[in-house]
C-alpha cells in the first residue's frame, strides 16, 4: 500500500495556498498528529501564532485520557529559550522529518531502536580488531565510497544552503553507492551526516539555518557499506570572508596540520598514546588549544571500537598499532578554551566561550611499515589548505628590522 505523495500535500499555514515542502511541525509529530507540513520556514513562523491552537485541542483531547501535562511548544527560533549558549549560533527548527533507506541496501544493527548492540559487548569495547586482506580490501571500498560523498557534500557547502539540504545531499549520494549513512539513528542520532559550524566542536544536527558567507562549516561523514564503516571529515571554508579571516585559517589549517602530522607517526609499533604529543604540540605553537572530550576510535564492521585515540597531550591510551588495524584520527582544535558544553539536543557539542573550532579526520589502515589513508584526498577533491591571510612575507621582517 502506497503512502500519500510529499507532492499533493498542501501547506497547513492557515493564509497559505501553496503546496507543502517538507518541513513539518515537530509539536504536532510529537503529539502524534498529522498533516503538519509546511511549505517553508518562513511560512511556519508567520503561522505559528494560529498553527498552536491545533495542538492545544489535540493535547486538551489527550489530557482526557492521560495524566494531565505541560505540553511544550517549541519556538522555531529557541526551543530552549532558558537554555544559556556560549556563542552566536543558534539552532533553526524544524527539522525535517527522518530520511529513509530502502530495505534492500544492508542496515547497521541500530538502525531501528538507535542502539549499537554489537559495539557494546566485549569484543567492541576492548578487543583490537586486525583484519585480513579481504576485509581490508572492504575497507577500502566504502572509505572510497565515503570521501565521494563527503566531497559532493563540500562542493554544496556554499553561502545561502542551510545544513538540512547537506543533509539531503548526503543521504542520496550514499543510498546511490548502496551505502546506509551510518549517523541515521546511532544513539537516535536524527540525521545522515553531522554538520558543525563554527563555535561547534562536532555532532552538530542538519537544520535549517542558512550558511552565511564568513562561516566555517564541518561535514563528517560515515558509510556503511558491505559489512564495514567508513568515516571522515574536513572543515571548510564558507565564501571567501571566511578564507579572508585570519582567525578562521590559524584554526582551520592548524586543525588540518594536525592530522597530518599524526599520520605521519603511525606505523607498527608506534603508540597510541603518542598521537595527542604531536597534535597538542603543534596546536600550541599555534596558539590553539585542543579538545579534551572526543577520541579517534577504531572502526571496521563496528562504526566505534578499540582503540581510543586521544588528541591531547600525555594521554593514557593503552596500546600500539599493528598491521591490520583500522582506526581513525580526528583532531578537534579551537582557537580558545579547550572545554565544551553540549547543547539540550543531547548531541551540539559547543565550545565552552562560543570562540571558533576546526576538526579533520580520516580512517586509516595500518600497513606493514606504515599507513595507508584509506579516505585520502582526490585530485579534485573540494577543499584544501588555504594562505593566512596577509601573511607577513620574510622581507617584511627585514624592512620592520632596518627601521631607523
Ligand atoms: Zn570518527
Ligand atoms: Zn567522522
New binding site residues.
Given amino acids: 500500500m502506497a503512502t500519500e505523495s510529499p507532492a499533493k500535500r498542501k501547506c497547513a499555514g492557515g493564509d497559505c495556498d501553496k503546496d507543502a515542502g517538507t518541513l513539518q511541525c515537530p509539536t504536532c509529530l510529537k503529539l502524534g498528529m498529522k498533516e503538519s507540513y509546511f511549505c517553508s520556514q518562513d511560512c511556519f513562523k508567520r503561522n505559528w501564532a494560529t498553527h498552536k491552537a491545533v495542538h492545544k485541542s489535540q493535547s486538551s483531547f489527550l489530557s482526557n485520557i492521560l495524566t494531565p501535562k505541560v505540553v511544550s511548544e517549541p519556538d522555531p527560533d529557541n526551543p530552549w529559550p532558558n537554555f544559556s549558549y556560549t556563542g552566536t549560533l543558534r539552532p533553526k527548527y524544524p527539522l525535517t522529518p527522518r530520511r529513509d533507506v530502502p530495505k534492500s541496501i544492508p542496515h547497521p544493527d541500530y538502525w531501528r531502536d538507535g542502539i549499537p548492540h554489537s559495539e557494546q559487548t566485549f569484543k567492541g569495547r576492548t578487543r583490537i580488531d586486525i583484519l585480513d586482506k579481504k576485509q581490508q580490501e572492504g575497507m577500502r571500498k566504502v572509505c572510497r565510497l565515503a570521501r565521494e560523498v563527503l566531497d559532493i557534500a563540500a562542493a554544496a557547502a556554499v553561502p545561502g544552503v542551510t545544513t538540512d539540504y547537506i543533509d539531503e545531499l548526503v543521504h542520496k549520494a550514499c543510498l546511490e553507492r548502496d551505502s546506509y549513512p551510518s549517523p541515521l539513528n546511532y544513539g537516535h542520532f536524527p540525521k545522515s551526516v553531522c554538520t558543525s559550524p563554527n563555535e561547534v566542536i562536532c555532532h552538530g544536527i542538519p537544520d535549517q539555518r542558512v550558511l552565511v558567507d564568513g562561516d566555517i562549516l564541518n561535514i563528517?561523514v560515515?558509510l556503511y557499506h558491505g559489512g564495514f564503516h567508513g568515516?571522515?571529515?574536513e572543515t571548510y571554508y564558507i565564501g571567501d570572508k571566511a578564507k579572508a579571516d585570519p582567525e578562521s585559517v590559524r584554526v582551520v589549517e592548524t586543525a588540518r596540520e594536525c592530522l597530518d602530522e599524526a599520520i605521519k607517526l603511525v606505523k607498527p609499533g608506534a603508540l597510541y598514546r603518542d598521537y595527542g604529543n604531536v597534535i597538542e604540540k603543534h596546536a600550541k605553537n599555534k596558539k590553539c588549544s585542543v579538545i579534551r572530550t572526543y577520541c579517534?576510535?577504531g572502526?571496521n564492521s563496528l562504526?566505534?571500537c578499540s582503540p581510543s585515540i586521544p588528541h591531547y597531550a600525555k594521554n593514557k591510551s593503552v596500546g600500539a598499532a599493528k598491521e591490520g588495524v583500522c582506526f581513525?584520527i580526528?583532531p578537534m582544535i579551537a582557537l580558545g578554551s579547550y572545554r565544551d558544553k553540549t547543547w539540550p539536543d543531547d548531541w551540539t557539542s559547543v565550545t565552552i566561550d562560543g570562540k571558533r573550532t576546526a576538526q579533520f579526520?580520516h580512517?586509516l589502515l595500518v600497513t606493514e611499515d606504515g599507513v595507508e589513508i584509506l579516505t585520502a584526498r582526490l585530485p579534485n577533491s573540494p577543499g584544501g589548505p588555504v594562505p593566512m591571510p596577509g601573511a607577513v612575507v620574510e622581507t617584511n621582517g627585514e624592512t620592520n628590522g632596518a627601521a631607523h
Fill in positions: 563528517d560515515t568515516d571522515l571529515n579517534g576510535h572502526i562504526f566505534h581513525t580526528e579526520e580512517t
